[in-house]
């Protein structure tokens, strides 16, 4: 199954599911506006101005992740109960075909993506190039929300284990602790969100930047060559992290387009820099542990 929706085959699908006639898949299509961004976090108004016809939004804040406290990190995961809701107040049904997109580099909709897959949807795939390629593509916008019928959709507990603050500080040591964050971050230069500024001892750095052209991933082979050059290939023990765990997200999507194995760190900086005691390296080198926090 294909990971990766094009703006013209998303639409092939809509078309055929409002017709009542067949298509590929084997439910009814459902589709999530993801929307979000660091500076703005809500895109709900975004939302309202236009979307894909029929989507429904997500908001990534509350349905997607949980307030908690400064040392769980920013975007704590949200529990089986509470991401069910959301995901039957969506409309989804077990069986359906679920597509997620934003309109920023696919961050929320990898969120999405990660932890309905996770959590027992089989078939979720993500809009290639987000909202701005279904508009390139000529494809028309609806306004006003959109409220679902609810569904009855059955999650399961998260199909693979994440990593807590200290697996990643042993997995940094162990296997590959990639941070995925701007390098100007990483290197402890600066940090316009959290309270201190680095990373993770013995993390390496690959730039979010790096794996996606604009809005688009890149191509696997392209995927699988940046992948190996910070040591992560096939039957490698590797971990991705970011600020709060939703770059991360994208960027284990990225590596399953490359047919590697990733998985999360959904703490992140933004917990490890909350967390007393945790050291702290700055500058391009593995072992430059500056500062405890």
């Known amino acids: 199954m294909a990971l990766l929706l094009t703006p013209v085959e998303l639409d092939v699908l809509l078309r055929a599911d409002r017709s009542g006639g067949s298509t590929p898949t084997s439910g009814a299509v459902r589709v999530l506006d993801v929307r979000y961004r660091l500076d703005r976090p809500d895109g709900r108004p975004d939302h309202l101005d236009g979307h894909v016809p029929g989507a429904v939004y997500v908001d990534l804040e509350s349905e997607l992740s949980r307030h908690g406290r400064a040392d769980e990190g920013r975007h704590p995961l949200p529990s089986l ?100 964050r701007a390098a100007e971050r990483y290197r402890g230069e600066v940090d316009p969100v959290d309270p201190v500024a680095g990373h993770i001892p013995g993390a390496v750095n690959l730039p979010t930047t790096h794996y996606m052209d604009g809005e688009r991933f890149r191509d696997a082979a392209t995927l699988r060559e940046l992948f190996a050059g910070v040591g992560i290939v096939p039957g490698t023990e590797a971990a991705a992290y970011c600020g709060s765990g939703v770059t991360a997200a994208q960027a284990v999507f990225a590596a399953e387009l490359a047919g590697l194995e990733l998985r999360i760190f959904p703490g992140s900086w933004s917990q490890w820099s909350n967390t007393p005691g945790r050291p702290v390296a700055t500058g391009p080198a593995l072992s430059d542990v500056t500062a405890m926090i």
């Not at 909202?131 to 959109?146: I, R, T």
């Open 81 to 180: 109960e509470a991401l069910q809701a959301a995901a039957r107040s969506w409309g989804l049904n077990d069986g359906d075909t679920v597509v997620v997109y934003d309109d920023a580099r696919s961050l929320g909709a990898s969120r999405a993506w990660w932890l309905l897959t996770r959590s027992g949807v089989a078939d979720v795939r993500v809009l290639d190039g987000g909202l701005s390629a279904w508009v390139a593509a000529g494809l028309p916008l609806e306004s006003g929300d959109v409220a679902a019928t609810a569904g009855d959709v059955t999650l399961h507990p998260l199909a693979e284990t994440v990593l807590g603050i200290d697996e990643a500080d042993a997995l940094a040591a162990s296997g590959v602790l990639v941070d995925v």
